[in-house]
């Protein structure tokens, strides 16, 4: 996969291209808008395309740097997650120790902060100090459902691109292309995932959401004709899955409407 297979925001991709080509890279970046947006992946593409050996805006996918981004093992790539709720301020701590030093097999180091407004204040305050003095080899980009939960001085310093909400007429288009799935599926989960075409595809292959479109399914054709049982199984299935009970209420009013 490359930045040209990023669906649904091509704005943001032909800038981040044209800044490969005319080698002219920002050291910061922040990816902004709801998960599911296809910011993670964007992030990655463009990472692999600049750790690529023979880029052209973007990653090849033969040379060696690209299969090692592809088999997650490329030492110059830096990729940081909560530990937990949080982003601690040693991961910060440790990430800065690994940039300080040059990179292992090309000219730069790409660290990607996945949900960075879970950093800690001492985390964020940790990073400031990278961002104040960047290093010239290292491209930071942080993940964000909202830009204004990080540190006011953290978002100056860095290129903001907000990923919008993709278009259903595209999404469903994508579905239907890549998976051969029928138009009432394809649309079930367009609808359902709301502009997310990342948690489109997510949901797709996940066994998980299949049950709960079937269940919830099931009761929405139900509910009119409850029993004293009925209801029951069905607090039964909610107390079973309570993480996706929201899930099982949108799939309800979907099949509704």
């Not at 040209?4 to 291209?17: A, F, P, S, V, Y």
């Not at 970046?29 to 947006?37: A, Q, R, S």
Request: net charge neutral; hydrophobic share 40%.
């Amino acid at each position: 996969m490359s930045l040209e297979d990023i669906i649904g925001q091509e704005k943001i991709i032909d800038t981040l291209k044209k800044s490969i080509v005319k080698q002219n890279i920002f050291h910061a970046y922040i990816f902004e808008g709801p998960d599911g947006m296809g910011k993670k992946k964007a992030a990655f593409n463009f990472a692999k395309a600049v750790l690529c050996i023979q880029p052209d805006g973007d990653s090849c996918g033969k040379c060696t740097a690209c299969h090692k981004m592809d088999s997650n093992a490329h030492p110059d790539y830096i990729f940081i997650e909560p530990d937990g709720i949080n982003i601690k301020y040693v991961q910060i701590e440790d990430m800065q120790k690994s940039i300080s030093k040059k990179p292992i097999e090309g000219q730069n180091t790409v660290v990607v902060i996945n949900k960075s407004d879970s950093m800690t204040v001492r985390a964020q305050n940790r990073l400031l100090k990278t961002l104040e003095e960047p290093n010239a080899h290292v491209i930071i980009i942080l993940l964000t459902h909202n830009a204004n939960m990080l540190l006011p001085t953290i978002v100056s310093r860095c290129m903001i691109l907000k990923f919008k909400p993709v278009s259903d007429s595209v999404i469903k288009n994508y579905l239907r292309k890549k998976y051969n799935i029928s138009e009432n599926d394809a649309g079930v989960l367009t609808t359902f995932c709301n502009g997310r075409i990342e948690l489109a595809e997510e949901l797709y292959l996940s066994d998980g959401f299949k049950e709960i479109r079937q269940k919830s399914i099931d009761m929405a054709k139900k509910i009119s004709v409850f029993k004293e049982e009925d209801i029951w199984e069905m607090i039964s299935i909610f107390e079973k899955q309570k993480e996706n009970a929201i899930d099982f209420l949108d799939m309800i009013e979907y099949w509704y409407r």
